[in-house]
C-alpha cells in the first residue's frame, strides 16, 4: 500500500511533464503562424509599392491616341480652349502618352471612378493652374454624366455636380492661400518712398475662399507658388507679412514669406480637416518660355516635347534660366510637408518634357498676345493635364481601396 502511494505522485508528474513541455513548443511557435494584429491605415496617402513610379518615365507617340473630350466640354475656359483657338498641331500634342516606369497607367474610366466617389466630393485649391487641372478633370469627368452641371458654392471659383453619382469637383481660388488684401499707405507700416500701397499677408489666416470647407471634401489637392514673384508684386506694390494681427519684424523678403506661410497653412490644413481625407500637394506646373520671360516676348512655338537630355538645361537652377523657379520652390515645399499626412503629387517632370503643349498664341482673344505675352505657363485643353487626372484618380483609386 505504501509502495502504491509513492507511487501514484510520480506517475502524476510524469503525466503532467509532457503536457507541459508541449505547451511551452507550441506558445514559442504560435508567433510564426498566426496573424499578428494589423496596425490602423496610415493617414499619409498612398502610392503604389515599388518599383512602380507614376512619376518618372516617358512620353511614348500613340498616333491612335484621342482626347475623352473636345473643344464642346461645357467646363472650358476660352484661353486654354485649344481645339476651339484653332491652335496648330491639337492632334500631335494629344498623341503622346505618358508610360510610367514599371508600371501601367491607366487612363480614367470616367463612370468607373464617378462610381468610385459616389456621395463624395473633390476640391482643388490655389492659384490658375489647379484652375487648369480642375477644367481638365470637369470635362473628363462630364464624359461619364452628361447630366453635369456648373456648381459655385461654399467659396468656390467654379466648380461641377454630378447628379448620377451625387458628386462635387470644384476649384477655390487662392493664389497665396494665406489671406491678403490690398491696403493704402499707413504711416504705421515701415514701407519706403517711392511704394504705393501694400498687399497685407496674414501668413496664419487661410484665404476665406477655403477657410470653411473642412467637413465637405474627401479629397483635396493644394498648390501655390506662380505668384510668389516680383513680377506679381513689384516693389511698389509689395507684399507685407503679418502674424497675429502685428506686422512681421524684421520685414520678410518674398521668399522667406512664402516659407512661412507654407509653415502655417500646412500646420492650418493638419489641424483643421478630419485624417480620413486624402490630401494631396501638387508640386510645380514648369513653365516653358523660351528666349525670356512672359513680359519680354518669350515664346513657345515648339512642335515636340523636349528630350531628356534638354530638361537641366531647362530648368536646373544652377543655369539660372528664366524657368528655374519650379524646381527651387518643390525643394521648399517637399521640406515643409516631410513628415506631414499631405502627400506630393510630383507632376513637374512629366510636365517638364511638354514645351510643346502651351497655349502660346493661341488665346482666343484679340490682342491677347500684345497686351499679356504668349501663355507658356498654362496648359492646352485636351492636353497634359489629361495625364494629371489620370494619375490622380489612378492614386485616390488606389486608396479608397485600400481603406476598403
Known amino acids: 500500500m505504501a509502495m502504491a502511494s509513492k507511487l501514484i505522485p510520480q506517475t502524476i508528474v510524469w503525466l503532467i511533464l509532457p503536457s507541459c513541455l508541449l505547451t511551452f513548443f507550441y506558445s514559442s511557435l504560435l508567433p510564426l503562424y498566426t496573424t499578428s494584429p494589423q496596425p490602423h491605415p496610415s493617414k499619409i496617402p498612398l502610392l503604389p509599392p515599388p518599383p512602380c513610379n507614376l512619376f518618372r518615365g516617358k512620353w511614348v507617340r500613340d498616333p491612335s491616341r484621342k482626347p475623352l473630350y473636345d473643344s464642346a466640354c461645357p467646363f472650358h475656359r476660352n484661353a486654354w480652349n485649344c481645339i476651339k483657338n484653332q491652335r496648330e498641331n491639337m492632334g500631335r500634342i494629344n498623341s503622346w502618352k505618358w508610360v510610367p516606369e514599371a508600371c501601367d497607367l491607366n487612363r480614367v474610366d470616367p463612370v468607373g471612378f464617378l462610381n468610385l466617389m459616389r456621395n463624395r466630393n473633390i476640391g482643388l485649391v490655389g492659384d490658375s493652374l489647379n484652375e487648369n487641372f480642375l ?70 489666416i487661410p484665404a476665406d475662399d477655403w477657410a470653411n470647407i473642412a467637413d465637405f471634401y474627401d479629397v483635396l489637392v493644394f498648390n501655390t507658388g506662380h505668384w510668389w514673384g516680383y513680377d506679381k508684386f513689384p516693389k511698389e506694390t509689395p507684399l ?18 512664402l516659407k512661412v506661410v507654407l509653415e ?106 500684345a497686351i499679356w505675352g504668349q501663355d507658356c505657363m498654362h496648359w492646352c485643353l485636351p492636353g497634359v493635364p489629361d495625364t494629371w487626372v489620370d494619375i490622380l484618380t489612378q492614386l485616390i483609386t488606389y486608396n479608397l481601396e485600400e481603406m476598403n
Open 240 to 257: 507685407v507679412f503679418f502674424k497675429n494681427g502685428r506686422a512681421m519684424n524684421p520685414p520678410l523678403e518674398i521668399q522667406d514669406g
Open 135 to 204: 477644367v481638365s478633370f470637369l470635362c473628363v469627368l462630364s464624359v461619364g454624366d452628361d447630366g453635369a452641371k456648373k456648381w459655385k458654392r461654399r467659396g468656390s471659383w467654379r466648380g461641377a455636380y454630378f447628379p448620377k453619382f451625387n458628386v462635387t469637383v470644384a476649384y477655390h481660388r487662392a493664389v497665396l492661400l494665406a489671406k491678403f488684401e490690398w491696403q493704402t499707405k499707413s504711416t504705421d507700416l515701415p514701407i519706403q518712398d517711392g511704394v504705393k500701397g501694400i498687399y497685407r499677408v496674414d501668413v496664419d
Open 264 to 369: 502655417n497653412m500646412v500646420a492650418h490644413i493638419e489641424k483643421a480637416f478630419p485624417e480620413k481625407v486624402l490630401k494631396f500637394w501638387r508640386l510645380q506646373s514648369p513653365r516653358h518660355f523660351h528666349g525670356g520671360e512672359w513680359n519680354e516676348n518669350g515664346t513657345c512655338l515648339l512642335n515636340e516635347p523636349l528630350g531628356e537630355s534638354q530638361l537641366d538645361l531647362w530648368f536646373d537652377p544652377w543655369n539660372n534660366g528664366v524657368n528655374t523657379e519650379a524646381r527651387k520652390l518643390n525643394l521648399m515645399i517637399e521640406e515643409v510637408l516631410r513628415g506631414t499626412s499631405i502627400r506630393t503629387l510630383d507632376l513637374t517632370r512629366l510636365s517638364e518634357f511638354r514645351a510643346d503643349a502651351h497655349p502660346s498664341i493661341w488665346l482666343g482673344k484679340k490682342d491677347a498676345v
